[in-house]
């Protein structure tokens, strides 16, 4: 039960279930009602309880610890549990988060503002959303300080790319949770028609809109 698995961390983390959700900008009567079982929490509230307490959404959520391809997620993490070190070498980070990515390369600057072969020109902002939309949980090899990275299927719908502070840009944050919530098609669609504006602007030319 969510419940139980969220007064657990409180207690492993020392601090009471009423301060947590007032540390993470949740109100008593949500955790009243996941107490007494009468509704669940979103999705956006699951991402921010685990970066919280420092876990994945799957355990949160009842999956046993278990990924969906069977495999143990002992030592997985939120990435944001990771965030200094993270940080502090976004290029090496990208090297392996590349190696699980299986999506168009240039999604990653078009819809998150993170060009790959300079991560660090992102501002922090933006590389937290870019990695609370794309990145499941993710695991520190000690030994080689090697990244192990599972990424959000982009099928599903991900986290609002926005800081746990809130966006600096209300604007802009609603325009990236709605590419957030956008169908595969979608995205293609409109990474196409970014593009072509892109290349018009460059070419110092103005679109052609039809009335």
């Known amino acids: 039960m969510f419940y139980d698995k969220y007064v657990s961390l409180c207690a492993q983390k020392g601090v009471t279930p009423s301060a947590a959700a007032k540390e993470i900008g949740i109100n008593k009567a949500a955790v009243s009602n996941w107490k007494h079982r009468r509704n669940g929490p979103s999705d956006i509230t699951v991402q921010k309880i685990a970066d919280y307490f420092g876990v994945t959404t799957d355990y949160l959520l009842g999956a046993d610890g278990k990924r969906d391809s069977g495999e143990e997620m002992a030592g997985w993490y939120s990435p944001l549990r990771f965030w200094d070190k993270i940080n502090e070498n976004r290029s090496d980070f990208m090297h392996y988060f590349m190696q699980a990515w299986e999506y168009p390369v240039e999604d990653i600057a078009n819809l998150w503002g993170v060009p790959v072969d300079n991560p660090e020109k992102a501002t922090d ?3 937290k959303g870019f990695l609370l939309s794309t990145v499941k949980a993710v695991r520190l090899n000690p030994e080689d300080g090697e990244w192990d990275v599972v990424i959000i299927p982009q099928t599903e719908k991900g986290p609002t790319p926005v800081s746990e502070s809130g966006p600096s840009d209300p604007v802009t944050a ?31 030319r103005k679109p052609d809109i039809q009335e």
């Open 125 to 127: 902002e933006e590389f």
């Open 174 to 204: 609603q325009i990236m949770e709605i590419i957030c919530q956008m169908s595969p098609e979608e995205k293609r669609l409109y990474l196409e028609n970014l593009r072509t504006l892109r290349l018009l602007q460059a070419q110092g």
